[in-house]
């Protein structure tokens, strides 16, 4: 899952949070409000689909969202509405290795990015429940620049904003799209999935974790 090695080692790690560090998934949720699983997933292809929730990630506001959607479907509101209401419940928890990780990083001084699709008020309430979100040594949030991945503007922000340099940096991502748009401004890569070791992944690169 890892690129080819580069000329240069990176010395800087950038993680995505959202099933890199997050446990994040809509079904967490619906599976309480849908007692039929057929049902629910009509509902997060047709209703409340990726796209739509991208959207938030964007920055569009939340209560727009759900206004938008309850004038096309109705007799859908309080599904609809839950996406909003019980948003901590799309959150399963963490992937507990990950975390170790980042925080064995962080105890030998390595430099600790974030790149995020993130809607910004989401990204507070979990920031209140998992403190170590708020470490970073920077996080550049879809939701705060309205711009987001795998647009190359927004892993040039970071780069920019935090006077990094591409070939510096390895980027952490469960999405290829969002890992291919990483290598293409120049950085080092790995697509997360959880067969990956990621200690293994970044020992390999020679970080000390």
């Known amino acids: 899952m890892r690129e080819n090695v580069t000329a240069k080692a990176p010395t800087t790690v950038v993680f995505d949070i959202g099933n890199v560090l997050l446990r994040w998934d809509p079904r967490n949720l619906y599976r309480k409000v849908f007692s039929d699983e057929a049902e629910m997933e009509w509902f997060l292809s047709t209703v ?33 509405r839950a996406y909003h209401d019980r948003w901590e419940e799309t959150v399963a928890g963490v992937f507990e290795d990950n975390v170790a990780v980042l925080g064995h990083l962080r105890d030998a001084g390595v430099p600790n990015y974030c790149i995020t699709n993130f809607s910004s008020p989401k990204l507070g309430l979990s920031k209140k429940r998992y403190p170590f979100l708020a470490s970073f040594d920077g996080i550049i949030v879809s939701g705060d620049e309205q711009l987001l991945k795998p647009e190359p503007a927004i892993y040039h922000l970071l780069l920019s904003r935090y006077g990094l340099q591409a070939e510096d940096c390895i980027f952490i991502d469960d999405s290829k799209a969002n890992v291919e748009g990483a290598k293409a401004v120049g950085m080092h890569a790995i697509h997360f999935v959880e067969s990956v070791d990621l200690a293994v992944e970044l020992r390999q690169h020679g970080f000390p974790v």
Not at 66 to 79: C, E, M, Q, S, W
């Open 48 to 80: 409340c689909t990726n796209q739509w929730n991208l959207e938030q990630d964007r920055g569009r506001d939340w209560e727009e969202a759900v206004a938008l959607l309850v004038t096309d479907f109705p007799d859908h509101h309080t599904a609809i």
